[in-house]
């Protein structure tokens, strides 16, 4: 079901998310690409389908980066390693500095003085959260690749914790540049907070620095998703739950290449689809969902399994999935109170993976062991 819904929405929309978010960027550059240039508007019924220069990018972007990886794992890799390589470069060269240089006097005074809160704060954080869990999506991207580990047991939860740290230290690093530079009105008043601080703190020229690599950045984000979310198609193919045709190997590329075609192709219709926020908004929803599912799966399979060998075991069980699956939960309650559009259209997506996991699964146990066996023969 994961398998399917990750098609649907979570992976699709992620990587439609991503792109949009970098045509939004790139439009800073190419007026021709800016969002504000409507390209097309086509009414359906009370509703306006709009399609902008953005979204033109989001899905030039989307097929350009499917071609590198269909045409082989070392070049897909090379590329990413590049884009990873500029992308921590430019965060770290700007975080030092933005940290160093002198900060507006008017930021300052805003940062002192105090701030009225809200009066829904705890909904409100709430919601800042879907962005902020966006911003860490894909740190459980390496699991999709465990079969080709060496010791997947000792190297993923290295990998995952690594990564994860470093990714929180460049975040918290933005965010104190961006607090330094920016009062929280402004803030919110930008849809580029990046640019905008940068502009603040070293001028136009560091604010077109700044945007260059959030492109770069962006793009390089948006590589590693299709380049990972591949593999979970192939195997799900391979496998008899879902479409057999996706399971097939390029012969001379080794790559999933209907798998790649398949994500990519159904990823540029979501990027045509709606803006950035309505889709990191339901892509995260949907998430969240099947990470508390994940952590619930742990106190089942204890159950159900108590002698299976396990490499690994989670650090303090049953305390630490309990926490886990609890803040999952009220994240999920609180996003579908305050932003129920998005939230319904991420259940929607997850219920139209339903009909198809259950076919395919009563398909399955109707072929009998002697399918199976051939199947997992070939």
């Known amino acids: 079901l994961f398998g399917w819904v990750s098609f649907l929405v979570i992976m699709s929309g992620g990587i439609a998310a991503l792109a949009v978010a970098f045509g939004v960027y790139l439009g800073s ?35 350009a980066l499917t071609a590198i990886n269909y045409v082989g794992v070392r070049e897909g890799a090379w590329v990413q390693n590049l884009l990873t390589l500029i992308k921590v470069g430019a965060i770290v060269v700007f975080c030092v500095l933005g940290l160093v240089v002198s900060a507006p006097e008017a930021a300052s005074a805003t940062a002192a003085s105090p ?22 999506d894909g740190w459980y991207g390496a699991t999709f690749s465990a079969g080709e580990l060496r010791r997947p047991q000792s190297q993923l939860p290295i990998g995952l914790i690594a990564g994860t740290t470093i990714i929180m230290l460049l975040y918290l690093g933005l965010n104190a540049v961006y607090l330094r530079a920016l009062s929280l009105e402004e803030m919110a008043a930008t849809s580029r907070i990046g640019e905008t601080a940068a502009a603040v703190l070293f001028g136009p020229v560091g604010a077109r620095a700044l945007a260059a690599a959030v492109v770069i950045s962006t793009l390089g ?42 994500q990519s192709l159904w990823a540029a219709v979501l990027a045509a689809s709606g803006n950035y926020e309505q889709i990191y908004t339901y892509v995260v929803f949907a998430a969240v969902l099947f990470h508390a599912a994940t952590g619930g799966a742990v106190f089942v399979l204890r159950r159900k399994l108590p002698d299976a060998p396990r490499p690994y075991r989670v650090w303090g069980y049953p305390v630490v999935p309990l926490l886990f699956i609890g803040a999952s939960v009220i994240l999920v309650a609180n996003t579908l109170w305050e932003k129920p559009v998005e939230s319904l259209t991420g259940l929607g997506f997850l219920v139209l993976g339903l009909p198809a996991f259950y076919w395919w699964r009563r398909r399955n146990r109707a072929a009998g062991p002697s399918e199976d066996a051939s199947r997992e023969a070939s």
Do not use: K
């Open 221 to 262: 984000c948006l590589s590693a998703t299709i380049l990972y979310s591949s593999r979970i198609y192939q195997p799900m193919a391979r496998d008899g739950v879902f479409f057999r045709a996706l399971a097939r190997v390029h012969p001379r590329y080794r790559t999933p290449g209907r798998s790649l075609w398949a």
């Open 115 to 136: 701030v009225e809160l809200p009066s829904g704060l705890l909904a409100a954080f709430g919601i800042g959260m879907i962005a902020a869990l966006w911003t860490y």
């Open 29 to 63: 550059f190419f007026g021709y690409f800016s969002p504000d240039n409507v390209l097309a508007t086509v009414p359906l019924g009370g509703w306006t389908w709009t399609f902008s220069g953005a979204q033109l990018a989001a899905v030039l972007a989307i097929l």
